[in-house]
């Protein structure tokens, strides 16, 4: 069993890859401020940005994880309109609760990624505190 960060590094790596050949996300506007779970322990736990080149953001239950590379494109907007408010940019969105195994068998035959995939995906929702919420209200 791989560990959860060095799958997380291996799964982010084949969505940005994915994004290159179109096979995950779509485009939409992403605002250009940090959504308000940036600061939360679950942000912590799945890092403040994706190590890739591309710019993309992941949609993991509503706390936007973005690439270096859309930090980048950020910067270089943000100079192209010197002046005016930016609040938003056009950039491909993959939402994580939208993947599914056979999307993963698609883009990658790595073993590692197919068999944790579910574990991982566990372990996202009990962290995002998803996996429990009739629990609480009880």
């Known amino acids: ?3 959860f960060h060095d799958y997380l590094r291996k799964f982010e790596r084949i969505v940005g890859g994915a994004v290159v050949t179109d096979d ?3 485009t ?4 250009v401020r940090e959504g308000k779970l940036y600061h939360s322990q679950f942000a912590k736990f799945l890092g403040r940005k994706v190590l890739n080149a591309v710019p993309f953001v992941i949609d993991y239950y509503g ?3 973005r ?3 859309f930090k ?3 910067k270089q907007t943000q100079q192209e309109i010197v002046g005016k ?3 938003t940019i056009p950039t491909t969105v993959v939402i994580f609760n939208s993947i ?3 999307d993963l068998q698609a883009v990658t035959d790595d073993p590692d990624i197919l068999s944790g995939f579910a574990d991982f995906k566990s372990t996202i929702l009990q962290k995002r505190n998803l996996g429990n919420r009739r629990r609480n209200r009880e």
């Not at 939409?28 to 605002?31: A, D, I, R, T, Y």
Request: charged share 30%.
């Open 1 to 3: 069993m791989i560990e």
């Open 24 to 26: 995950f996300g779509r």
């Open 28 to 31: 939409m506007q992403v605002s």
């Open 63 to 65: 706390y936007f994880k």
């Open 67 to 69: 690439s270096d590379g």
């Open 72 to 74: 980048h494109r950020l």
């Open 85 to 87: 408010q930016l609040k």
């Open 100 to 102: 599914r195994i056979e």
